[in-house]
């Protein structure tokens, strides 16, 4: 059961450097999101994908961009990075309906130095 | 707008002792309720949920029940283990929204 994927699950990246969060899900889910978590802090929504072919800030967009590829895929971008973007970073799913479950990758661990 | 507020931890409890974690939302309609619980270096999975008022959700000894008139959705296990250390988090959905408490770390000691 492969569910939601993301990759990679550990990088070191420098100060302004750019990579992309890539995520895949194989549930036919209509919804997708990516939040970051920090300590004391708890999730925090940084984009969402309601549907294919539309994405929506969240709560903290600034210095990220994404792109919902195709139903399955989410990507994450972050332009230039900086240590202000040192985080936890999860991918979710869900069939986008009222009281449907969301499901979360494993999570990406990513250090800017 | 719509929240999620939950017991901050950290929270330690000796094995075999009884567990109540507190969730309280404050929504405009009627959400959905869940417990999602995380474990050291995982992605966060799903313990129970309920969709309407005054439903119970239960899951592996854990039980929480959707109290409309508190606001309510606290989390209770009657004798913890070891195993059940993790981080808690209480979440709110409404559609495609999910909202979620800043998690309640727990720590069972033997």
């Known amino acids: 059961n492969a569910g939601v994927t993301q990759t990679p699950k550990f990088q070191v990246l420098k100060t302004g450097q750019s990579m992309t969060l890539q995520c895949a899900q194989d549930m036919n889910h209509n919804s997708m999101y990516w939040y970051r978590q920090d300590p004391g802090m708890g999730l925090r929504l940084i984009y969402y994908?309601?549907?294919?072919?539309?994405?929506d800030k969240g709560e903290v967009p600034n210095g990220y961009n994404v792109s919902r590829l195709n139903k399955r895929e989410f990507s994450l971008r972050l332009e230039s990075a900086a240590p202000s973007q040192t985080s936890v970073y999860f991918c979710a799913s869900t069939a986008g309906r009222s009281g449907n479950t969301i499901y979360f990758g494993e999570g990406s661990w990513l250090t800017v130095v | 707008g719509d929240s999620v507020t939950q017991m901050e931890g950290p929270v330690t409890l000796s094995e075999e002792a009884f567990l109540t974690i507190n969730c309280t939302y404050t929504a405009t309609g009627y959400p959905s309720l869940f417990w999602y619980v995380q474990y050291p270096g995982e992605g966060l999975q799903l313990l129970l949920k309920a969709t309407k008022a005054d439903d119970k959700g239960s899951n592996k000894g854990f039980e929480a029940t959707y109290r409309k008139e508190t606001t309510s959705f606290h989390l209770e296990k009657g004798s913890v283990q070891v195993s059940d250390s993790a981080v808690y988090f209480c979440a709110l959905n409404t559609g495609n929204q999910f909202y979620f408490g800043t998690g309640t770390s727990l720590t069972v000691i033997p």
């Open positions: 994908s309601a549907s294919e072919g539309t994405t």
